[in-house]
Antibody
Framework: QVQLVESGGAVVQPGRSLRLSCAASGFTFSNYNMHWVRQAPGKGLECVAIISKDGSSKGYADSVKGRFTISRDNSKNTVSLQMNSLRAEDTAKYLC???????????WGQGTLVTVSS | DVVMTQSPLSLPVTLGQPASISCRSSQSLVFSDGGTYLNWFQQRPGQSPRRLIYEVSNRDSGVPDRFSGSGSGTDFTLKISRVEAEDVGVYYCMQGTHWPYAFGQGTKLEIK
């Protein structure tokens, strides 16, 4: 069965960096685009970044463009999110999600919590 | 980025009554292949989202047939024919035509 397990969440100070990872299993990882989605406490869902199957194409929400970088390692079935210049408004649970054909998402991880606070 | 706008944001419904949620996109969601990639998700408290509908009107396996999706271009609707207690949660539309994908603000359905 599909499993997505996020790690790397922490409490960090504004302006610092953090790297999140997502370990995928139960499907052929290199055949699917992957996403990072975040949800601030009590708020809605925001697609933060997307990466293509081979890692050659990436897309970012305007709110994180220039600060966050998504990457993947198909040999290790992992997708990562490098977050730089963190702000208080980046505080959220970050979920890894598997793309499905026809512009959708069909599996989610449980998320890892990032708190940006001094 | 594409902006998705849902209404209403709060939806109190009596058990057994119908419910409807609207979703509008700032750009057409028709992809170059002719497909329209509009999805609906349900999120119950403390849980990850669960997909209900993909490509406007296709129900996922296990989703009750009281849920239906419709629409085209930039205007879409999720309907619940008869609301049950288990339907309480937040409903999101999400477009998958343009990168990055984008969600609506969410509609909180509660029982009146």
């Amino acid at each position: 069965q599909v499993q997505l397990v996020e790690s790397g969440g922490a409490v960090v100070q504004p302006g610092r960096s953090l790297r999140l990872s997502c370990a995928a299993s139960g499907f052929t990882f290199s055949n699917y685009n992957m996403h990072w989605v975040r949800q601030a406490p009590g708020k809605g869902l925001e697609c933060v970044a997307i990466i293509s199957k081979d890692g050659s194409s990436k897309g970012y929400a305007d709110s994180v463009k220039g600060r966050f970088t998504i990457s993947r390692d198909n040999s290790k079935n992992t997708v990562s999110l490098q977050m730089n210049s963190l702000r208080a408004e980046d505080t959220a649970k970050y979920l890894c999600a598997k793309d499905s054909p026809n512009g959708s998402v069909d599996f989610w991880g449980q998320g890892t919590l990032v708190t940006v606070s001094s | 980025d594409v902006v998705m706008t849902q209404s209403p944001l709060s939806l109190p419904v009596t058990l057994g009554q119908p419910a409807s949620i609207s979703c509008r996109s700032s750009q057409s969601l028709v992809f170059s292949d002719g497909g329209t990639y509009l999805n609906w998700f349900q999120q119950r408290p403390g849980q990850s989202p669960r997909r209900l509908i993909y490509e406007v009107s296709n129900r996922d396996s296990g989703v009750p047939d009281r849920f239906s999706g419709s629409g085209s271009g930039t205007d879409f609707t999720l309907k619940i024919s008869r609301v049950e207690a288990e339907d309480v949660g937040v409903y999101y539309c999400m477009q998958g035509t343009h990168w990055p994908y984008a969600f609506g603000q969410g509609t909180k359905l509660e029982i009146k």
